[in-house]
């Protein structure tokens, strides 16, 4: 069975700080993707990302794959208000179909 | 271009009814997933659809079903209903062989 494990669950830190959120797996993922999931609606696909070592970029946002593809992290720089969500890591395999593995997700607050 | 519309937005079930919920697919998706999100957790693979089957499977139970009709919109049955089932149950579309999904807004389910 594969699992992801997100850390922290929840963040409240203040405008302007920068923040990192760890996603743990113990399992090879061939991608892995990030979500962001407001209240009231389905999460919406942030970036994938695919080659072991790789690292996205965007705007504030950074996310990085490890070398391993069984990690990953999302860094964001100077966090805002509007950064406020709940942040979905997932890993994408494939058993009969392909199908995404998601972590337990981070809670992320952002005060003015 | 048309995102994922689900049907309905919230529904209240007595244990042991009986509950269909729809999903029209983004213009373009041949696949259709469904996915369980209780309370505070990351989403759960339900199934899977691709030209009218279930091409793959969670861990769930039979009386989770499920239907996907010639133009790709799908239906999730969920029989005999139990206090757990309570969730959000969100449908993403995407094409076979790409790893991009979109997630509908979902259908909140309460069982009482």
């Known amino acids: 069975t594969q699992l992801l494990e997100q850390s922290p669950q929840f963040l409240s830190i203040q405008e302007g700080e920068n923040l990192t959120v760890y996603c743990n797996s113990s399992?090879?993922?061939?991608?892995l993707q990030w979500y962001r999931q407001e209240p009231g609606e389905g999460p919406v696909l942030l970036v994938t990302v695919v080659t072991g070592g790789e690292v996205k970029k965007l705007k504030r946002l950074t996310f990085q794959f490890g070398d391993a593809r069984k990690d990953s992290s999302l860094h964001i720089t100077a966090a805002q208000p509007g950064d406020t969500g709940l942040y979905l890591c997932?890993?994408?395999?494939?058993?009969?179909?392909?199908?995404?593995?998601f972590g337990q997700g981070t809670r992320l607050t952002i005060n003015p | 271009e048309t995102g994922v519309t689900q049907s309905p937005t919230h529904l209240i079930k007595t244990r042991g009814q009986q509950v269909t919920l729809r999903c029209s697919s983004q213009s373009g998706h041949n696949t259709v997933s469904w996915y369980q999100q209780a309370l505070g957790q990351g989403p759960q693979f339900i199934f899977q659809y691709y030209r009218e089957e279930e091409n793959g499977r969670g861990n769930f139970p039979p009386r989770f079903s499920g239907l996907q009709f010639p133009n790709y919109s799908s239906e999730l049955n969920v029989n005999a209903l139990e206090l757990d089932d309570s969730a959000l149950y969100l449908c993403?579309?995407?094409?076979?062989?790409?790893?991009?999904?979109?997630f509908g807004s979902g259908t909140r389910l309460t069982v009482v």
């Open positions: 993403a579309s995407s094409f076979l062989g790409a790893d991009g999904y979109t």
């Open positions: 399992s090879v993922f061939s991608s």
């Open positions: 997932a890993g994408v395999i494939y058993q009969g179909a392909q199908k995404l593995v």
